[in-house]
């Protein structure tokens, strides 16, 4: 068995045997061996990509082994439950692989289980050619004031929330990558973004008055009156 440990907000596992004195052997066999047939029931072709169909796959997926629990969608795969064309094969997401999910509540367990079943390099990834990047609590912290009363159902599954755009774009803002820089561009230039609103989150976000200025200069470098 494994347990968590935690590297930039995401759960990686290490071998450690005293989880299987807490959960009992033959029980975490029994849990091992539902993996396969659950990931099988909903079984699609290979994905070029991440897109709405890929996701809600991902998400039963994991409902299937964790007996339903809800699932927070963080990052960029988050955007597809708000706009599912973005999912398309010339979209801004094609060259997505995974989907960030938070078990809500989160569970350490449940956190393992699933991404030892559905993370990266995981057989499930193989076969389907994207994967679940499970995220710890802790990463909701870094969210602007508010986010959960501004979630988004994913459409077509029970008990899946995903991060409101707005909310994401002023994330990304302040992570300031350069892909992260150049999807909010392109959002923003399909006017998927709207600037106000951006800002507003932006100012919600629990960041040190002294970024403040770095991440405004940021956001005017891609949001032009």
Same mark, same amino acid.
Do not use: C, I, Q
């Given at each position: 068995m494994t347990a968590v440990t935690h590297k930039a907000g995401r759960v990686r596992p290490v071998r450690l045997f005293y989880v299987v004195a807490i959960t009992g052997r033959s029980e975490s066999r029994q849990r091992a061996n539902q993996i396969v047939p659950a990931i099988r029931r909903f079984a699609l072709p290979q994905s070029n990509g991440m897109n709405l169909a890929a996701l809600q796959h991902l998400i039963r997926s994991a409902q299937a082994l964790a007996e339903d629990v809800p699932l927070l969608v963080l990052g960029s795969a988050s955007l597809l439950?708000?706009?599912? @064309? $973005?999912?398309?094969p010339q979209g801004p997401l094609a060259s997505t692989y995974d989907a960030g999910l938070c078990p809500?509540?989160?569970d350490k367990l449940t956190a393992v289980?699933?991404?030892e079943a559905l993370g990266e390099n995981?057989?499930?990834f193989r076969i389907h050619g994207y994967h679940a990047d499970i995220l710890r609590d802790s990463i909701l912290q870094t969210l602007p004031k508010g986010?959960?009363?501004?979630?988004?159902?994913v459409p077509e599954t029970k008990a899946a929330l995903?991060?409101?755009p707005h909310d994401l774009a002023a994330v990304k803002l302040l992570v300031?990558?350069?892909? @992260? $820089?150049?999807?909010?561009r392109e959002l923003y230039s399909s006017t998927q973004l709207e600037r106000a609103t951006v800002l507003e989150r932006i100012e919600l976000l629990p960041v040190p008055v002294e970024l403040m200025p770095r991440l405004l200069d940021?956001?005017?470098s891609i949001f032009h009156r």
């Open positions: 439950a708000s706009f599912p @064309d $973005l999912g398309n809500d509540p989160f289980m699933l991404d995981r057989a499930y986010w959960h009363e501004r979630l988004v159902p995903a991060l409101d300031g990558r350069p892909k @992260d $820089l150049a999807l909010v940021t956001f005017r």
